[in-house]
């Protein structure tokens, strides 16, 4: 079920809520299955400003080294700051959504001195080898670095994508995904790139969610699984009278990668929507055929099962 090998993984984010529980679990992932790799983070705006999405960033990292008992070198993992802008354009930030500074939750003191270094750097590296994407923020880093080094784009085995919507409507327009509606140009380069790429559109995130009902979610007596009951709660406590379900967006893209087994894909090509029109940012089929698999279809029990057990099974 899970890789064999997991090769160089590059998580392209911007912290977040769910970007922080994909990235508890990803660190969780590579403890237990002594892999002896580390993950490389870029930041970028989306969530929140790329001041809060770095800030986030190296604070979980902080949070992860103090409170779990990883044997990971949480301080080798490099994390590069990325686009504090799309490349049209200005971010749509979702504070109103993910809460104060992005994550709704005071993190100050955990009081990170971490180094960062410019994304650019991390893409530009001469260890990169062969690398996995996982991209769960708006597209903008990543389409820039390919279009400008043709050596990270070589080294790039696979890009996994949370975004788009296809058989469903948008969750920022009716048309639009979050994460594409804030850069679709930089999108609409990646999907014409020909590099294998896989989407996990929202109708198929929005299958994978906690409800408040079974909150506090995680049973396990650990930091790590109390932070993330308590991220969610919070969430969940922003606005107790409409807020019933929490969905697990970027958690079921990394999912998707760790045990694709659990989906069912078509290989498509993918159209976005660029102009000014209130389609912006609106994802659609062009063709059957094209480099781009796209989930169609989720195990969503198995998908939440391994959600729960990367988040709760470790310290």
Known sequence: MFPDEMLNMLIDCDPGIDDALAIFMVLNFLNNSNLNTLPSITTIGGNATIEDTTKNTCLL????????????????????????????????????????????????KYNSERTTIPAKNIFSSNDLKK????????????????KNNPLFRKSISSITIMGGSINGKGNVTPFAEFNIYNDPV???YIFRSEIPTTLIPLDITEKVYVSKF???????NSNIAKFTNELISSWFNQDSIHRTQFHFHDPVALVAYLAPDFFCFEEVSIEVDCSSSKFRGQTELSSKKGNTKLAVDIDSSKTKRMIYELLNNYQ
């Open 61 to 108: 990292l902080d949070f992860y080294k103090k409170q779990s008992m990883s044997s990971l070198e949480i301080d080798n993992v490099k994390i590069g700051i990325g686009a504090d802008r799309p490349i049209e354009g200005r971010f749509q930030y979702a504070y109103e959504f993910h809460g104060e500074h992005g994550l709704g939750i005071d993190l100050s």
């Open 131 to 146: 690398i996995d994407v996982l991209a769960i923020g708006p597209l903008t880093n990543i389409a820039i670095a390919i």
């Open 186 to 188: 930089a999108a609409e």
């Open 214 to 220: 079974e909150m506090p979610w995680l049973q396990q």
